[in-house]
């Protein structure tokens, strides 16, 4: 008998190692499009894969292969893999220990996964010194893998739970992203990156046999007009993978290591949920965000009413500055929940009004716009609460700063559309005042007739800083601030510099700026301040939500149709999850033009871009985009 019994289908496929008696492969592909890829990509840990715990100290003694089962059997319990259908396979165990019925390491460094429950986990103590964090989940449970798809794991008992250990790696260790990047322990491998999800079956109770199904689901993604076009198969395969959960905070960060708490990026998950089904993930989801809002408001807001992770830094004047994208961004996320569950929005409304608040103080010089606590002259520049940070924290981002102003004008007109829609219509006066004010010198003062640009800061020195940001561009546009026909000029004057520079179909993303940045309003970090890598001048599907929304926007069909399916179809036949900061220049939410890694840390962000699907080609109503 050969050693390895191997069953498939479209969208599963797994391998039994029959000497064993466990699983040694596993993978899985929700659209069941590309067996290929999930015949090649083991999503459990090679060398430990899955076993039943009865045949861990002693291996099965017998064991019968047919075309669809293999079963083992030792002198006091027996265990039999079956697949049942296309996507199921069924693990039938009798005389089984309670305190490990079945075991099995999911592998971080291929995919990592994502758990999903109805119920927030209940988190544990560990003797394991390389647990960071060991959390007890209820059944059902659903795990997505990025990239190839999603699976649910029941069982017969009501008894059964499962118990993960989220452990690193004990050979991974030294530099990671260079030596000269000493922020946030960067210059360092986590163990966890090359580390595994440890998942444990247990029952509350002694069972004769349990049955445990590990079922492949369809792929989770809000409904098409054309569900049969196969153009948006990137996007089904894709859309859930914005969403990776930190089991220990049960929130939403970039990854499953980070949480999102007071993050930059907060407002973006509320966006990508504003279109959702009725699939019970996107419930899970939405009730996990609630909760992620609610815990940036309650334990990420300063004194004055700033929202963010680092306000503790401020309020003591040191270490990392304010990550002021946060505040506004936290409005957004609260008044977009209140799209779906407005009870919930409304008992945070005190909250969000401290925030806007504390936006209104920014306007430091009485002209309507917001000012951030930074001068902007240059990077690293010296100030009282350290360098400032926004999404594009390559850049010396500050004093008046386009991206910042974007979420505040967002923020409070979204949180006066809300106030009037509950009754306090009368708190909301001083916000459309202000944005009143905003209206009328926005446009005036970020315009630079050099380029037939919007300028991406102007510094406290009264310097322009303008390298043809493209976001610069579209988010004014989308936010009703640019005039259709100047946007449509505009964005054509960056689709000529991105020809000029090469930029082909633009299959990998857009870049946030199509001029080099001047190397004193940049980061040092070679190679990934070099012109055309990461921030400066790479490309990123973050950015192409508000450009391909934009382009839609102002009449640019055709040419933003060629751009949305080159991306689509790169996400949908490359892999787009690098994993947890799989190593200097080598995360795949980052590509130059040739299509070369030069990220630093996997981005859920990266999947932003396709709500312009939705909200940009399909022209669905959303708050990002004034109609």
């Known amino acids: 008998m050969s050693k390895y019994s191997t069953f498939g289908s479209d969208f599963l496929s797994y391998t039994i190692d029959n000497e064993k008696g466990k699983i040694a492969f596993y993978g899985v592909e929700s659209g069941g499009r590309d067996r290929d890829k999930h015949a090649s990509y083991n999503l459990m840990l090679p060398g430990y894969g899955g ?4 045949f861990k100290k002693a291996f099965p003694t017998s064991q019968e292969i047919t075309e669809n089962s293999a079963s ?17 396979l069924e693990i039938v165990l009798c005389g089984v220990d309670k305190n490990d019925i079945f075991s099995t390491r999911l592998s971080i460094k291929t ?22 964090y060991k959390s007890r ?14 699976i649910e794991i029941s069982s017969s008992s009501k008894d059964v739970y499962c118990v993960e250990e989220l452990q690193l790696s004990k050979d991974f260790t030294g530099l990671d992203l260079g030596y000269k990047n000493h922020s946030f322990n960067h210059n360092r491998i986590h163990a966890l990156h090359y580390g595994s999800s440890f998942l444990t079956f247990k029952s509350s109770k002694p069972l004769e046999n ?12 809000p409904s098409l007009p054309d569900e049969n076009d196969e153009r948006f198969n990137g996007l089904k395969r894709n859309w859930l993978n914005c969403f990776a959960m930190n089991r220990e905070l049960f929130d939403m960060g970039d990854n499953i290591y980070f949480h999102g708490t007071g993050h930059l990026a907060i407002h973006m998950k509320s966006d990508m949920l504003q279109m959702a089904n009725d699939d019970e993930q996107f419930k899970i989801i939405r009730q996990t965000y609630e909760r992620q809002v609610e815990r940036s408001f309650k334990n990420s807001q300063a004194h004055d009413g700033e929202v963010s992770v680092n306000f503790f830094n401020r309020e003591k004047k040191k270490g990392f500055g304010c990550a002021v994208d946060s505040t506004p961004g936290a409005i957004i996320g609260l008044t977009g929940i209140a799209n779906w569950n407005l009870p919930f929005a409304k008992k945070l409304l005190p909250n969000a009004i ?6 209104m103080t920014r306007d430091t010089d009485g002209d309507g716009l917001f000012e951030v606590p930074f001068p902007g002259d240059y990077m690293f ?20 700063d386009i991206y910042f102003n974007y979420l505040c004008h967002r923020a409070l007109r979204e949180l006066s559309a809300l106030l009037e829609r509950v009754g306090q219509g009368d708190k909301a006066e001083k916000y459309k005042k202000q944005l009143e004010k905003f209206d009328k010198v926005f446009f ?18 009264g310097k322009v800083h303008d390298y043809g940001f493209t976001f610069a561009v579209s988010m004014g546009i989308n936010e009703g601030l640019i005039p259709l026909e100047k946007g449509k000029e505009m964005l054509k004057i960056l689709l000529d510099y991105m020809k000029k520079e090469g930029y082909g179909d633009l299959r990998f993303g857009i870049p946030g700026n199509v001029m080099p940045v001047a190397p004193e309003d940049t980061i040092y970090w070679p190679c990934m301040s070099d012109w055309g890598r990461y921030e400066n001048g790479g490309l990123n599907g973050m950015n192409g939500f508000h450009f391909l929304t934009s382009m839609y926007k102002v009449g640019l069909t055709k040419e933003a149709d060629k751009i949305l399916f080159a991306i689509l179809n790169t996400y949908e036949t490359e892999m787009t999850h690098s994993g947890l900061m799989p190593g200097y220049c080598r995360s795949v939410d980052w590509r130059t033009k040739e299509g070369i890694s030069c990220g630093y840390n996997y981005l859920a962000d990266n999947y932003y871009f396709l709500l312009s699907v939705y909200a940009g080609k399909y022209n669905y109503p959303h708050p990002a985009v004034l109609k």
């Open 111 to 132: 995919a990592p996964p994502t758990i999903w429950t109805k119920k927030q986990p209940k988190h544990l103590k560990s003797r394991n010194p390389f647990t960071i």
């Open 137 to 150: 989940f209820e059944l059902p449970l659903y795990v997505h893998f990025p990239d190839f798809g999603r």
């Open 354 to 359: 401290k925030a806007a608040d504390y936006l």
């Open 444 to 461: 005036d003062t970020f315009y630079n007739p050099e380029t037939g640009l919007m300028a991406g800061w102007i510094s406290k020195n």
């Open 51 to 54: 076993v039943a715990g009865c």
């Open 210 to 221: 349990v049955t445990l199904t590990f079922k492949v689901l369809e792929e989770c993604y």
């Open 72 to 88: 083992f059997r030792n002198e006091k319990a027996s265990v039999s893999y079956n697949m049942k259908d296309l996507k199921t």
């Open 381 to 400: 520049q010296e100030c009282e609460f350290g360098q400032q940070t926004n999404w594009w924290d390559n850049f010396a981002f500050g004093h008046k």
